[in-house]
């Protein structure tokens, strides 16, 4: 994953997220999320763990948009060292196709990824595996990784 795309990739998933937005707060299934890549607290936790930083108070971390980044770039590293130690990186090149968006396309990292930050780890390894494809909110885990690994491969082509 190079620099500019992983800036593509942010970008990407903080429009699905948030519109793009550091200072939103949503709830679903009574926890709240926050920020620009909706973190909710427990993921926060782990982060501020890697870190080795106290969890930051709610109104510093959605006016903080340097440590909502360093949250996400740690975020992407943690999933990255998981997908590795669980084997989940092996579904790369795997063809899928999205539950609601009918977007079929070979899974790459980033759709991993999107697919991990919306379902987390057993979610993701429930549809990957076991082919239970389970809704976050609106959202499958299916739709995300299809998604994020078209989209991904159309922007890594315009960039040459």
């Not at 679903?28 to 926060?44: C, P, T, V, W």
């Not at 196709?97 to 396309?105: A, D, Q, R, Y």
């Not at 390894?125 to 159309?154: C, H, P, Q, W």
């Amino acid at each position: 994953m190079t620099a500019s795309e992983l800036k593509i990739f942010k970008e990407l998933l903080g429009l699905s997220e948030s519109s793009g937005r550091y200072d939103i707060v949503k709830y679903y299934n009574g926890q709240e999320y926050l920020g620009k890549y909706q973190f909710g607290k427990a993921r926060m936790i782990d982060i501020c763990k890697a870190l080795n930083i106290k969890l930051p108070d709610r109104n510093v971390f959605l006016n903080d948009h340097e440590l909502q980044e360093k949250f996400f770039n740690t975020h992407v590293a943690l999933i990255e060292q998981e997908l590795k130690s669980t084997g989940l990186i092996n579904f790369i090149g795997k063809e899928k196709t999205g539950k609601t968006n009918k977007i079929t396309t070979k899974i790459n990292i980033y759709g991993l990824i999107a697919g991990r930050h919306l379902g987390g780890l057993v979610g993701l390894k429930n549809y990957l595996i076991k082919g239970v494809d389970v809704k976050d909110d609106r959202t499958y885990i299916s739709d995300y990784v299809a998604y994020f690994s078209y989209k991904m491969e159309e922007k890594k082509k315009s960039l040459g």
